[in-house]
């Protein structure tokens, strides 16, 4: 005699071309959802990316000269150079002098102040100039370092914003004074990420 306890007449469900079918058809509808869902996200990030503000420096001027006690003074230019308004936008900006001729292998740089300059709105193609002074008069041995060009003149800072999405946003940037005979700054070799 066989098993007594099993069912003959039952069959197993992988068996049943009715639970067969419906399953496959369940697989198929659940794929093709999240396919959309995932197309339809990616096309909103595609769009809100071509249409967002994209805050970046588009030039960095400094006025001299590197001798005691004076302070000198750096003018930096933020270009919304998207196609829509850069809001709620605020800058965080510090000059100092670099006592070496290289920059330091930190991953980010330091925390620059609480205090951040509220911008306001940078409307699309617009160009707004911030001034910073050195924080403190050049000393004697500053001077002296900078003429020899063994020291910078180093300009770390972040500008933070809102799209028209009401997403947050930041530039991050460092600029760095080594050719004095020259009064513009240029981009340090990292720590410049636009976001």
């Known amino acids: ?29 659940c794929t093709f959802a999240v396919g959309f869902v995932i197309q339809s996200t ?4 595609a769009q809100q990316t071509a249409e967002r503000a ?15 006690h ?15 308004p850069a809001r709620a936008t605020t800058t965080r900006l510090v000059m100092t002098v670099w006592t070496s001729n290289q920059l330091p292998d930190w991953e980010m740089p330091p925390t620059l102040t609480t205090a951040a300059e509220n911008v306001g709105v940078i409307d699309p193609g617009s160009v707004v100039s911030q ?10 041995e500053q001077g002296m370092h900078l003429e020899r060009k063994d020291w910078f003149i180093v300009i770390l ?13 930041e530039t991050k940037l460092c600029l760095i004074w080594r050719d004095t005979s020259n009064e513009h700054l240029s981009p340090c070799e990292k720590w410049n990420v636009v976001d």
Request: glycine share 10%; aromatic share 8%; net charge positive.
């Open 1 to 29: 005699m066989g098993d007594t306890g099993a069912n003959p007449g039952r069959k197993s469900w992988y068996k049943n071309p009715v639970y067969v079918v419906s399953g496959t058809v369940a697989c198929v509808i």
């Open 157 to 169: 800072g972040v500008v933070s914003y809102l799209d028209i999405f009401g997403n947050p946003h």
């Open 54 to 68: 994209w805050v970046k420096v588009q030039d960095a001027t400094i006025l001299g000269p590197l001798v005691q």
């Open 70 to 84: 004076n302070v000198p003074k750096a003018t930096i230019l933020f270009h919304n150079t998207g196609p829509s």
């Open 131 to 140: 001034a910073l002074p050195l924080m403190t008069p050049l000393t004697d």
């Open 42 to 45: 990616m096309e909103k990030r």
